[in-house]
């Protein structure tokens, strides 16, 4: 189903694009520097801008080496074991660079509890590494020091690939995989530690799609963990129940950290930098585990203005670059204490899944489909489904907020239509914008410019002790309206931007959160 | 009961048989016939090479061909601590002069609809141990009892139109069934052709050959590693854990008719005949899948015809991910399998969870009407890593399978999913 607001025609508006060739926009990225300095790695390439970005934020800070400078690439390390080994461990098997044949009968005949450890250097392979057995502890010398090389990749396929309870892996970098860095599917109490994920093309369509993906997984941990160039997500966790992510770090992919169709989630003092999208929450149309219970705090999500690379068509394609987060179809979701800089689209769009698939039969799930709870969460329901399009009970509170809003995505609207027509409200017309740091889409309420006390705010959408921040309700339905008919462009004059506390959406008597930290076993 | 079928399948032997030994004789007449009436379907001839000499030699030629060969009973232990480490140790098949040979009690069986393998001509065989029978059922894969084993064995030929010349078989799959299910255990053939060797990590090997359509081929073939044989091989149980399970063995896939020196018989009541087979049901109650072979025309199929024969192809090849059972696959919410009727789920007009580059610049799994706009064509059309479907089994695209998928989704009525 069309979006509503898919704008429907090359309007013989201002847009002299309207193909589907993306147009970088030279002159976006007038990013901060602000790299942390972590991403010193081997495998990211310095030519990361690729001709698109020119004056993006990781200029000049990829601390590390600039092209593929493998540390070793022989196995004659002096001692390939230096920070970890199977030396007191039973159990544990140890294999140094060369030995990755070893490696994959080992793999593909694994006792439960096995203990696997990498030396130092470059393992190459050319089909994935699975893992099947439970409680395995897969194990390198340290992110960039022990490296996995999937380059050689002849059979499409991921790169590490798990399907087992009780997984950790650690201390490793996982490059140039023809599909996911990490994947890890169906499993219970998972923990990822130290894992850099990255692709040495730098962020390129041809990329595999995310980095570090636990899906449908019970008992997340994702922590001191990288991800660079990924033509989807760099770090996901998605259809999982019960998640920790935290201290991470997700430069230059098309969305940086994704949480998806999650339950209970604890997402805290990450880094997400130079993206298309940085922090991203939502469910996807029919997905049976309905997200809920989402905490996102003490992030800095950082300048996230790449041009969108995602293969055309896909879900993320259609993210506006310069979008600091989105929580869409989502509920329960707690948006606190936060730094968003130089977000050159919004900051925060808090949208209905409407808004990307405006069939609410396509967000239909059989009840008897449905993983997880429920409980507690206020969404349709009837005939034997349950409808999760529904978008409320959002808190955003204590963030702040600088550079947003001042050149919104326009360069496709057939692929973003939302930066597309962001692009028209704050910036034809006469306006100059910036787009505001707050976004509601305002579908399913009442959206009234000019009488305050008209708005409605039936689904708690609500923020409060912002710094620095502008908030808006949008009316996409309206704005939609006012493009199909032709006759004149929206503008902010058909727009809710009210003056603080921004009533109705202040949080009086705002009852969704706050929402409780994770606990994992 | 069995008259009219046998009458049926009869005449279409006399008429088609020997008519056209190298193009499937056009679906139509293969789809609708409960039993597979073809001619060229037997042995080796699903792979789509069955080039004008069916069956001379092949070793399915029903009992008389399952005398005691001088090597010993088949030895199938579950109770090892390892498998073998030599497919020779099972005493299940062996090679004689490049030809694959059964011990006794190993009863051959083909598909009516097999998955593509890269054009591999695949030789299938089931043992079950002494006094057992695998139970029949309607839709899932048989239940087969404890301690049997599935030998499914992959080869090349130079020219695939003449598939028994200069054919090299590359490696042997044991399924075995387990107490705790099937465990699936690949062995990799000397090239000397002596033995077979367990073989856990997989192997990739490029092989050049003609296709059956003639043209030439380079398909980067994969062993998979033992893990990645789950990634077709396992379902979800419901309860938060996985078994797995046997892909091929259903009913719809085997019910199907072989000719052999004597009169033309269904493959499922031979195997009842041999006393491996409990509980199946009049033919006319027992489900069949329509023909299909990697080569042939779909020219003048009509609508119902290609819908039969997309959705079993789509289900024998896809639906092992995509059903919802599956443990991989199931993110997608595309359902294949022949027996889902959600339209969404089947890819009308809906968006892909994670399909990557594998889109193709497409919005929709499955736009009606619109081939050139689906998903699902797109990605069993391609060639490219990362793209393709299925994941694992073909670097190349299936030339006769691509072609009934796009004619099914061309003949659907036409529908604006934007």
């Not at chain 1, 996995?148 to 490793?172: H, K, P, R, Y």
């Not at chain 1, 730098?202 to 636990?214: C, I």
């Not at chain 1, 808004?355 to 449905?370: K, Y």
Request: proline share 7%.
């Amino acid at each position: 189903m069309r979006a509503l607001w898919l704008l429907p025609l090359c309007l013989s508006l201002i847009f002299a694009a309207c193909g589907d060739e993306d147009t970088p926009d030279a002159t976006v990225d007038s990013g901060v520097a602000t790299d942390a300095g972590r991403d010193s790695g081997p495998n990211d390439t310095g030519n990361t801008d690729s001709g698109v970005d020119s004056g993006t934020p990781d200029l000049g800070t990829d601390g590390g080496v600039g092209l593929d400078a493998e540390p070793t690439d022989t196995g004659t390390v002096a001692n390939p074991f230096p920070n970890t080994s199977c030396a007191g461990v039973s159990e544990c098997l140890q294999f140094v660079v060369g030995q990755e044949n070893d490696l994959l009968d080992a793999v593909n005949d694994l006792q439960t509890g096995t203990r696997i450890v990498l030396g130092a250097g470059t393992f190459r392979f050319t089909n994935a590494v699975t893992i099947r057995d439970d409680a395995i502890t897969f194990e390198g010398q340290g992110i960039d020091v022990t490296i996995l090389d999937f380059a050689g990749q002849v059979a499409q396929s991921n790169g590490v690939d798990v399907v087992g309870d009780n997984f950790t892996i650690e201390g490793m970098t996982i490059t140039d995989s023809k599909k996911d860095a990490l994947r890890i599917e169906n499993s219970t109490n998972v923990v990822i530690r130290r894992v850099k994920a990255t692709w040495s093309a730098g962020p390129a369509t041809t990329n595999g799609s995310y980095g570090l993906y636990p899906v449908r997984c019970t008992n997340v941990l994702m922590e001191d963990s990288e991800a660079y160039n990924a033509s989807d997500a760099g770090l996901y966790v998605g259809q999982s129940i019960n998640v920790v992510v935290r201290r991470n770090i997700a430069r230059r992919n098309v969305a940086g950290l994704e949480i998806e169709n999650t339950q209970f989630a604890d997402v805290y003092e990450n880094h997400v930098e130079d993206n298309s999208g940085g922090l991203l929450i939502f469910d996807l149309p029919g997905n049976p585990v309905i997200g809920r219970d989402v905490k996102i705090h003490n992030n800095q999500i950082i300048s996230n203005n790449r041009p969108n690379f995602a293969p055309s068509g896909t879900t993320v394609s259609q993210i506006p670059r310069g979008t600091g987060t989105f929580t869409l179809a989502s509920r329960r979701v707690e948006i606190s204490g936060n730094t968003y800089q130089n977000n050159l689209t919004t900051d925060v769009a808090v949208l209905s899944g409407l808004a990307v698939q405006s069939s609410t039969a396509a967000w239909a799930i059989p009840l008897a489909m449905v993983v997880g709870s429920t409980v507690g969460l206020d969404l349709p329901s009837g005939g034997g489904v349950i409808l999760n399009f529904v978008t409320n009970e959002i808190w955003v509170h204590g963030n702040t907020h600088s550079g947003y809003g001042t050149l919104p995505d326009s360069t496709n609207q057939t692929a973003r239509p939302l930066g597309a027509l962001l692009g028209l409200v704050y910036f034809a017309s006469g306006g100059l914008g910036p787009v505001d740091a707050l976004l509601y889409d305002g579908i399913g309420e009442v959206v009234d410019p000019d009488v305050v006390v008209n708005n409605t705010n039936f689904n708690h959408v609500c923020f409060e002790d912002e710094t620095g921040a502008s908030y808006a309700t949008l009316d996409l339905p309206k704005l939609a309206g006012i493009l199909d008919g032709g006759q004149r462009l929206p503008s902010t004059d058909d727009i809710y931007q009210p003056v603080l506390p921004w009533a109705p959406f202040d949080c009086s008597g705002f009852t969704g959160g706050p929402i409780p930290p994770v606990v994992l076993p | 009961m069995k008259s009219v079928c046998w009458l049926t399948a009869a005449l279409c032997l006399a008429a088609c048989s020997e008519a056209q030994p190298s193009r499937d004789s056009g679906g139509p007449g293969d789809l609708g016939a409960a039993a597979d009436g073809g001619a060229n379907d037997l042995g080796q001839s699903d792979q789509g090479v069955d080039a004008g000499e069916p069956d001379a030699d092949l070793p399915d030629l029903g009992p008389a061909d399952t005398g005691v060969l001088p090597w010993g009973e088949v030895v199938v232990d579950i109770n090892l601590p390892r498998p073998p480490a030599l497919l020779s140790e099972y005493r299940l098949v062996r090679l004689e002069n490049g030809v694959l040979r059964y011990n006794d009690r190993v009863v051959p069986y083909e598909l009516a609809a097999p998955l593509f393998s890269d054009y591999a001509i695949k030789e299938r065989a089931i043992w079950v141990p002494p006094g057992t029978q695998v139970n029949y059922q309607d839709l899932e894969a048989f239940d087969f009892p404890i301690g049997s084993a599935i030998i499914k064995s992959f080869s090349f030929a130079p020219d695939l139109r003449q598939p028994e010349v200069g054919r090299r078989v590359i490696e042997t799959r044991v399924l075995v069934k387990y107490a705790d299910g099937w465990h699936a255990l690949p062995y990799l053939w000397r090239p000397d052709g002596s033995d077979a060797d367990y073989h856990v990590r997989g192997h990739v090997e490029m092989v050049d050959f003609i296709d059956p359509f003639g043209a030439p081929r380079r398909a980067t073939y994969l062993v998979p590693q033992k893990n990645q044989c789950t990634s077709c091989h396992e379902l979800s149980d419901g309860q938060g854990g996985t078994f797995t399970t046997i892909i091929g063995p259903k009913a719809r896939y085997l019910n199907r008719l072989e000719l052999g020196p004597g009169p033309a018989i269904n493959q499922l009541e031979r195997w009842v005949g041999l006393g491996i087979l409990a509980g199946l049901p009049a033919l006319d109650q027992v489900p069949s899948s329509a023909a299909l072979t990697t080569y042939g025309s779909t020219v003048g199929w009509t609508a119902p015809e290609l819908e039969r024969a997309a959705r079993d192809y789509l289900d024998i090849n896809c639906a092992h991910c995509h059903n919802p059972q599956a443990v991989q696959g199931v993110t997608s919410q595309l359902y294949l399998n022949v027996d889902n009727t959600d339209e969404f789920r089947l890819g009308y007009c809906k968006e892909p969870g994670s399909a990557g580059s594998g889109a193709g610049g497409r919005r929709y799994d499955i736009v009606p009407g619109h081939p050139d706009d689906s998903i699902v064509t797109y990605r069993i059309e391609s060639e490219r890593a990362g793209e393709m479907m299925p994941l694992l089994g073909r670097s190349l695209a299936d030339t006769f399978g691509t072609r009934v998928v796009r004619g099914w989704i061309q003949s659907l009525p036409s529908r604006n999913c934007d």
